[in-house]
């Protein structure tokens, strides 16, 4: 399972949305990022992990996403799973490879 798979596997209106407002927002965010739809705006529960500075350390959205699949039965993609799907996006038709990669962060650290 990849990142983009991971991400549909949260259906709209399933038990996964009514879980936690953090996590419908960052999946929402995710979503939105996967269909090429950008937005600068976020809230406190989907805060930025990469900026210019470089990438924030924490593990915590990583505990976060953890705990919660386990509560909700579902299996997160392998590292290299997701490394391996970033490697292979088209970059022409992906120019915001930075806005990808940071919702890859928001969701799995």
């Given at each position: 399972?990849?990142?983009?798979?991971?991400?549909?596997?949260?259906?709209?209106?399933?038990?996964?949305?009514?879980?936690?407002?953090?996590?419908?927002?960052?999946?929402?965010?995710?979503?939105?990022?996967?269909?090429?739809?950008?937005?600068?705006k976020r809230t406190i529960k989907a805060p930025e992990?990469?900026?210019?500075?470089?990438?924030?350390?924490?593990?915590?959205?990583?505990?976060?996403?953890?705990?919660?699949?386990?509560k909700l039965d579902k299996q997160m993609p392998s590292?290299?799973?997701?490394?391996?799907?970033?490697?292979?996006?088209?970059?022409?038709?992906?120019?915001?490879?930075?806005?990808?990669?940071?919702?890859?962060?928001?969701?799995?650290?």
């Open positions: 399972m990849n990142f983009t798979q991971f991400i549909g596997s949260f259906k709209t209106g399933d038990a996964s949305w009514e879980e936690s407002p953090v996590l419908f927002e960052r999946i929402h965010i995710a979503k939105n990022i996967i269909k090429g739809i950008y937005s600068n992990y990469l900026t210019d500075f470089g990438l924030r350390k924490t593990d915590s959205p990583r505990i976060f996403i953890k705990e919660y699949c386990k590292v290299l799973e997701v490394k391996k799907e970033l490697l292979e996006l088209d970059i022409v038709v992906t120019p915001e490879l930075r806005t990808r990669i940071s919702g890859v962060l928001l969701c799995l650290n």
